[in-house]
């Protein structure tokens, strides 16, 4: 992801970041705004801990019907090191946490199977706010234009 030349891709906080990207961008964080990538950038410890108590409290604002500003509950997870109140590992299996990616991913094995799905689609990316697929033949398309 070109936003993030930041962190080499064998870094422990791109590992940490590729875990909850897509939890982070379906709650509506947009990794593409200078404050996000600058605090992101100046976080040297406690990535994880943000990360789990941003997707945290957004569902317990979204469960309580309260209105919430993503992009600014990360940005303070992060400068205050906020640790998780109540996080589950399961959280990240939630369907409402599903990135459309995730959704199409899902859909591919009931339609093609899992053996076909497995052979065609190589990975999913985000870059700049939109999620794409990235097939075994190097050919990429958006998740947008693959629902269709």
Known sequence: MSSFWFWEKDSVE???F???ERALVTIGVNFSLEEVKNTLKGCTYGLEDAFRSTIDYVLWLQKNEKQYFPNAILVSALRE????KAWKDEYLELPMLES???KWWNAAAKMWGYDVRNQTVADFFYDEGTEFIQFTNGKEITVEIAWR
């Not at 090191?81 to 998780?84: A, G, I, L, T, V």
């Open 14 to 16: 791109y590992e940490i």
């Open 18 to 20: 590729k875990k909850y």
């Open 81 to 84: 090191q906020w640790k998780p």
């Open 100 to 102: 459309p990616g995730q």
